[in-house]
């Protein structure tokens, strides 16, 4: 069953769907400066890996190899935690996208109803008129 329909709801309708339309953009916001450094963390630490890579090659020590081992892991988790980040980038896009799809849809029902409002009005001045 549908609310009540009235200036009051739309009103109300529309400042929500703005408030969270604010929200998922400044998340969004949050999101992609965290995803920049996140991308700069993930250039270092790859190089910084291969250097450790390198270097365990040329010494031939377990120590070497495991220092490499780390350095690759620690790499390998900051580019999960950079994915997971452009993953939830993307899931906002979408949310913001069905929170513009549905502000524009309301719109257009309020236009269409305040149309129909006009027609009627018409008809019953002309109705008054024939009187």
Known sequence: MAGPVGPYNDAVSESILQRRLVDVAERLK???A???VADEQVLFLDEE???ARLRA???ETPLGEVEARDARRHADTLRRHRDALSGSIEELRRDQDALLDRMTAEAA???DRAGTDDVNDTNKDQEATTR
Do not use: G, I, M
């Open 30 to 32: 949050r999101l992609r």
């Open 49 to 51: 890996a291969e250097d």
């Open 109 to 111: 029902t309020r236009t």
């Open 57 to 59: 090659l040329v010494a």
């Open 34 to 36: 965290e995803l920049a």
